[in-house]
């Protein structure tokens, strides 16, 4: 399984939708599957988030699917091994495209996830959980919320001019099994109030991935979560 966590192209620059069609191409020639979620630059595209998202779906490999909430995709990739449900990866858009062009009417230019958005995976996992007590929950998005900047703090991370004082973990001796680099501020973080955060806690969610940050590629446990 391979998961791609945001700006999966440029959209500005493929208003012909080949870049697209290109990647898809080229993932699903690895014959497995892959998870993809929108970024903030994907739904810039004059081709319309409608039919980028068409193209996801009708990928032979790709896992994508469309759901009519905030946003596109807002999706679930669960993990069986043994015939026993290990793992559920919730894939979800963050949002935040603010060039967006040709969207339907839930796509949305503000940063975060919508209440929808919220309250579906909420009443998933509570499915899920039903049959399945045990199993491990994941989130994978594009733009970071504010609790990334608290997780990094323990190694000096003060969210300004990180990329003229970069951070690497591995020279911390005290790191345990944190590891990785940070070069650059936080762009745009969400979720200040840290609703989305705490609901991550109370629904048990062991492990976060993002995109976003061209320059930071860490891998930190803060408040019982791996964030990365």
């Known amino acids: 399984l391979i998961l791609l966590t945001g700006d999966l192209i440029y959209g500005e620059f493929d208003d012909n939708g080949e870049n697209l069609l290109d990647l898809i191409d080229f993932m699903d020639s690895f014959r497995i599957p892959w998870a993809p ?29 469309q759901r009519t909430l905030t946003g596109n995709g807002n999706y679930t990739v669960g993990i069986v ?24 009417n839930h796509s949305r ?9 919220i309250e579906w995976y909420k009443a998933t996992v509570d499915t899920i959980k039903t049959d399945n007590p045990d199993v491990k929950l994941s989130f994978a998005y594009h733009i970071q919320n504010y609790a990334f900047a ?11 001019d990180t ?4 951070i690497n973990i591995d020279n911390f001796a005290d790191r345990g099994e944190d590891f990785g680099y940070i070069g650059r501020d ?13 609901s991550f806690k109370e629904i048990g969610v062991d492990s976060v991935f993002v995109g976003h940050e061209h320059c930071n590629s860490a891998s930190v446990v803060y408040d019982g979560i791996r964030v990365q």
Do not use: I
């Open 37 to 65: 979620v929108f970024g903030n630059h994907d739904n810039e595209s004059k081709m319309g988030v409608d039919w980028q998202c068409e193209q996801l779906e009708n990928s032979k490999y790709c896992l994508f699917e």
């Open 81 to 104: 091994q043994n015939d026993a449900l290990e793992r559920v990866f919730f894939m979800m858009d963050s949002n935040g495209c603010a060039g967006m062009k040709n969207a339907n």
């Open 109 to 117: 230019t503000e940063v975060g996830f919508g209440n929808d958005q």
């Open 150 to 160: 608290d997780a990094f703090k323990k190694y000096g991370f003060t969210n300004s």
């Open 163 to 166: 990329l003229n004082n970069p």
């Open 186 to 198: 936080l762009k745009t973080p969400w979720d200040s109030n840290y609703a989305v955060w705490n």
